[in-house]
T-cell receptor, first 114, second 114 residues
Framework: AQSVTQLDSQVPVFEEAPVELRCNYS??????LFWYVQYPNQGLQLLLKYLSGSTLVKGINGFEAEFNKSQTSFHLRKPSVHISDTAEYFCAVRSQGGSYIPTFGRGTSLIVHP | DTAVSQTPKYLVTQMGNDKSIKCEQNLGHDTMYWYKQDSKKFLKIMFSYNNKELIINETVPNRFSPKSPDKAHLNLHINSLELGDSAVYFC?????????????FGPGTRLTVT
């Protein structure tokens, strides 16, 4: 079984400030890790993913995430946010074998204020 | 040139009715999914098909029946609609069922049951 915990349901931040959205996971097997973004009234789209190799992963729109195996975390960061980054962000895991069932966190609403 | 499309975008219906949502992907992917997103944005997988074969069937009432006529299409039929079925339903696809492939999501169908 696997689970994903997004520790903050809402993160308010001012424009041009840095932001970190936290994600922790639990799994009995090795997993692949993903971050998706959902803009209002749209479907989800991939921001970035970690499969293997370097633990720092860069994605679209200036986002990056760091995989920490010992802490079972995959936190998402951006050094300077824009108003247009206001959206819902989802962390997800998929097992590297077995059923491949995707498991999503409950989402973090990033609200960027001018 | 929409990669994953869903119809209709909005669906308003009364309790007890039967309705269908259609999904099509033009990405040449082998695997398709249905998700339900509730009012708190929680995203839960319902079904997944790989090459027209059902591979994931989570604990969903049997009033929900997916159908995949070919690997580019995955439709969702819902019988005897209930108030609790109100949600946004997302279709998604991935290259195949293996965990390292990201999912591509459709724009969603907002179902309102009155």
């Amino acid at each position: 079984a696997q689970s994903v915990t997004q520790l903050d349901s809402q993160v308010p931040v001012f424009e041009e400030a840095p932001v970190e959205l936290r994600c922790n996971y639990s799994s009995s097997v090795s997993v692949y890790l993903f971050w998706y973004v959902q803009y209002p009234n749209q479907g989800l789209q991939l921001l970035l993913k970690y499969l293997s190799g370097s633990t720092l992963v860069k994605g679209i729109n200036g986002f990056e995430a760091e995989f920490n195996k010992s802490q079972t975390s995959f936190h998402l960061r951006k050094p300077s946010v824009h108003i247009s980054d206001t959206a819902e962000y989802f962390c997800a895991v998929r097992s590297q074998g077995g059923s491949y069932i995707p498991t999503f966190g409950r989402g973090t609403s990033l609200i960027v204020h001018p | 040139d929409t990669a994953v499309s869903q119809t209709p975008k909005y669906l308003v219906t009364q309790m007890g009715n039967d309705k269908s949502i259609k999904c099509e992907q033009n990405l040449g992917h082998d695997t398709m999914y249905w998700y339900k997103q509730d009012s708190k944005k929680f995203l839960k997988i319902m079904f997944s098909y790989n090459n027209k074969e059902l591979i994931i069937n989570e604990t969903v009432p049997n009033r929900f029946s997916p159908k995949s006529p070919d690997k580019a299409h995955l439709n969702l039929h819902i019988n005897s609609l209930e108030l609790g079925d109100s949600a946004v339903y997302f279709c998604a696809s991935s290259q195949d069922l293996r965990g390292h492939y990201e999912q591509y999501f459709g724009p969603g169908t907002r179902l309102t049951v009155t």
